[in-house]
């Protein structure tokens, strides 16, 4: 499951395919590869367009970026020639408000809800079976 309430690791490289790699895609998909095919699949807009991975970026770019059902909208402040840590790249952006204000809203709301999936813990057992023949057989 994506944690979007963690900082974003973000180094707004000299190309649009650099990006995902240091940290939008934090769980699971931290190379340039999987950083180009979320851009070719849309997943990530320059200046609220489509775009190509080798885009070069320069300050002032907005980037909006969509993993999963969470949305960020950023402004690129400054640009890195490598890949730094997390304190250093996050100097690198400013995350709009209403953007950090709706992606937070949306990770209560998931909060709150519960997920009727997890309390399903594999294969029913024999007294589980029993259960839903009595309930579905009357």
């Known amino acids: ?5 963690r900082a974003l690791r973000f180094a707004a490289c000299v190309k ?3 990006i995902a790699p240091t940290g939008f895609y ?3 998909s931290k190379t340039r590869r999987l950083a180009a095919q979320a851009v070719e699949g849309g997943k990530v807009k320059l200046n609220g367009e489509r775009t190509k991975p080798g885009k070069e ?3 002032g770019d907005r980037l909006l970026i969509h993993i999963g059902a969470y949305a960020w909208d950023i402004t690129v402040t400054g640009l890195s ?3 730094g840590p997390a ?3 996050k100097t690198l952006y400013t ?3 209403a953007s950090h204000a709706r992606r937070q809203q949306q990770v209560a709301e998931r909060k709150a809800t519960a997920d009727p999936g997890l309390a399903i813990k594999g294969r029913p057992t024999k ?3 029993r259960q839903i023949h009595r309930f579905t057989e009357g």
Do not use: C, H, S, Y
């Open 95 to 97: 995350e709009d408000e």
């Open 57 to 59: 970026l320069k300050p």
């Open 87 to 89: 304190a250093v790249a």
């Open 1 to 5: 499951m994506e944690q979007p309430n």
């Open 81 to 83: 020639d490598k890949r």
């Open 127 to 129: 007294r589980d079976r």
């Open 16 to 18: 649009i395919a650099a």
């Open 26 to 28: 934090e769980t699971g």
